[in-house]
């Protein structure tokens, strides 16, 4: 079963503008973390978070995590056309196999 | 480094045919794992494996069956293909360690079965 869900589906914006994608899941976890995919290829990481970080930054990045209302924002600011992809968050709801279970995705598109 | 592969990229099968997809990593990661990708559905995990000679079920192990008999190769089977099968594979590798268990990712398998 899906933990996390991505929120909006579909989000479609002009180059320079910030994009804001939204993750809820459903049980405790150990970390989130997010995750590109570019059309027709495998998936990247991006960030991780762990449970006890409230946020983080790497680059134009920026994630959230507020675990009392178990959700997860990611900020993209000053968009650009290379950032047309897919991008999904996962979670760790610990174990020592430290699998991961991933939402359905938010399809970002950046318009020049 | 190569990072994560998969072989191979394409395939057409019939029903009830057989394959074997293979993943390899050159990271020396312990973790690995197979997902199955179809739309709207996000990734879902078949098997993953947390050491050579390992093997475990995920979400949806139904109709596969893995093997993990080297630490850099993790293959995935299928020995009845099924039109439900069609898909896109991925392989991951993970180091694994609590806060750090990013995964690493293949390019994928695109299977279509007829």
């Known amino acids: 079963s899906q933990q996390g869900e991505e929120d909006p589906q579909a989000l479609s914006i002009q180059e320079g503008e910030n994009a804001t994608m939204n993750c809820s899941y459903k049980?405790?976890?150990?970390?989130l973390q997010w995750y590109r995919q570019n059309s027709g290829r495998g998936l990247v990481h991006l960030i991780l978070?762990?449970?006890?970080?409230r946020e983080k930054h790497s680059g134009r990045l920026r994630v959230t995590l507020d675990t009392s209302k178990k959700s997860s924002s990611l900020l993209i600011t000053a968009s650009r056309a290379a950032d047309t992809a897919s991008y999904f968050c996962?979670?760790?709801?610990?174990?020592?196999?430290?699998?991961?279970?991933f939402g359905k995705g938010t399809l970002l598109t950046v318009n020049p | 480094n190569a990072g994560v592969t998969q072989t191979p990229k394409f395939r057409v099968l019939k029903t009830g045919q057989s394959m074997t997809l293979l993943c390899a990593q050159d990271?020396?990661?312990?973790?690995m794992y197979w997902y199955r990708q179809d739309p709207g559905m996000g990734l879902r995990l078949i098997h993953y494996?947390?050491?050579?000679?390992?093997?475990a079920k995920g979400e949806v192990p139904d109709g596969y069956n893995v093997s993990r008999l080297k630490k850099q190769n993790f293959l995935l089977g299928l020995e009845s293909a099924a039109p439900s099968q069609t898909s896109v594979y991925f392989c991951?590798?993970?180091?694994?360690?609590?806060?750090?268990?990013?995964?690493?990712f293949g390019p994928g398998t695109r299977l279509t079965v007829l």
């Open positions: 049980t405790s976890i150990n970390n």
């Open positions: 996962a979670t760790d709801a610990g174990g020592s196999n430290y699998k991961l279970t």
């Open positions: 991951a590798s993970s180091g694994g360690g609590a806060g750090n268990n990013e995964q690493f």
């Open positions: 978070i762990r449970s006890n970080e």
């Open positions: 494996s947390v050491g050579e000679g390992t093997t």
């Open positions: 990271m020396n990661h312990e973790y």
